[in-house]
Nanobody, 123 residues
Framework: QVQLVESGGGVVQAGGSLRLSCAAS????????MGWFRQGPGKEREFVAA???????YYADSVKGRFTISRDNAKNTVYLQMNSLKPEDTAVYYC?????????????????WGQGTQVTVSS
């Protein structure tokens, strides 16, 4: 089993930045892909970004150039640096993990989820 705990959410003005963190435990962290999803008010959950164990990355078009995903395998932690935030980025952000070390596999069907952290971007 894998346990995922997110942190770093909050309220920020449009144009601002936030960094989310996700601490993983329970399995060998470096052996699987990690990523982020989000669910805005009245919307379905959507893929945001993914990273493989050797730091190959994959992003949704809506966040390319603004968000950066990274990981520290020594700390069992994955990060999401969010810059130039927009009100439409407001959502609960969920950390996810895939048993397969493949970013596309994570984007389509993660195996584990965190509890989520709220990000609110005010205009």
């Amino acid at each position: 089993q894998v346990q995922l705990v997110e942190s770093g959410g909050g309220v920020v003005q449009a144009g601002g930045s936030l960094r989310l963190s996700c601490a993983a435990s329970g399995r060998t962290f470096s052996s699987y892909a990690m990523g982020w999803f989000r669910q805005g008010p009245g919307k379905e959950r959507e893929f945001v970004a993914a990273i493989s164990w050797n730091s190959n990355t994959y992003y949704a078009d809506s966040v390319k150039g603004r968000f950066t995903i990274s990981r520290d395998n020594a700390k069992n932690t994955v990060y999401l640096q969010m810059n130039s935030l927009k009100p439409e980025d407001t959502a609960v952000y969920y950390c996810a993990a895939s048993l397969y070390d493949n970013t596309r596999s994570l984007a389509s069907r993660p195996d584990y989820w965190g509890q989520g952290t709220q990000v609110t971007v005010s205009s």
